[in-house]
């Protein structure tokens, strides 16, 4: 189950992407509720759902800004964002092959890991240069 929620601890102090993060707990506190009452299969078309929109949303605007400030981690960054799109096709596929309960485990355990080793470690690498040029 979902190891923390959001606390300014995991913030990056960069608004628009904080706000971009906070989506991402929001949609792994849904997933989390539904397994407790037993509804993570009819909650994980809509996890899924918003899933690729974070990730068109906020996969596009840190490129956008990598390749505006000219981030040298550019290419290693981009390269975790599609790891997650494809390990989040897997899951779909998964999913809409035979919907049941341990996909959502696997879906939760999967995004809790990329808060704590991507959200947590890998985006605070950039926070001196978006700092630097006043990303808000």
């Given at each position: 189950m979902s190891k923390f929620g959001w606390n300014e601890k995991m913030a990056l102090g960069i608004e628009s992407i904080d706000r971009e993060h906070q989506k991402l707990f929001?949609?792994?506190?849904?997933?989390?509720?539904?397994?407790?009452?037993?509804?993570?299969?009819?909650?994980?078309?809509?996890?899924?759902?918003?899933?690729?929109?974070?990730?068109?949303?906020?996969?596009?605007?840190?490129?956008?800004?990598?390749?505006?400030?000219?981030?040298?981690n550019r290419a290693a960054h981009l390269a975790k964002h599609d790891l997650f799109t494809d390990k989040m096709a897997v899951l779909k596929s998964q999913f809409d092959?035979?919907?049941?309960?341990?996909?959502?485990?696997?879906?939760?355990?999967?995004?809790?890991?990329?808060?704590?080793?991507?959200?947590?470690?890998e985006d605070r690498k950039y926070l001196p240069l978006f700092n630097k040029n006043g990303v808000k």
């Open positions: 929001e949609m792994i506190d849904q997933l989390q509720k539904a397994m407790t009452k037993g509804q993570s299969s009819s909650a994980l078309g809509q996890i899924f759902a918003g899933l690729i929109d974070y990730t068109n949303n906020h996969f596009g605007h840190e490129a956008r800004l990598f390749e505006e400030l000219g981030y040298e092959a035979q919907s049941n309960f341990m996909i959502g485990v696997d879906v939760m355990n999967f995004l809790n890991d990329w808060l704590i080793e991507h959200v947590m470690g």
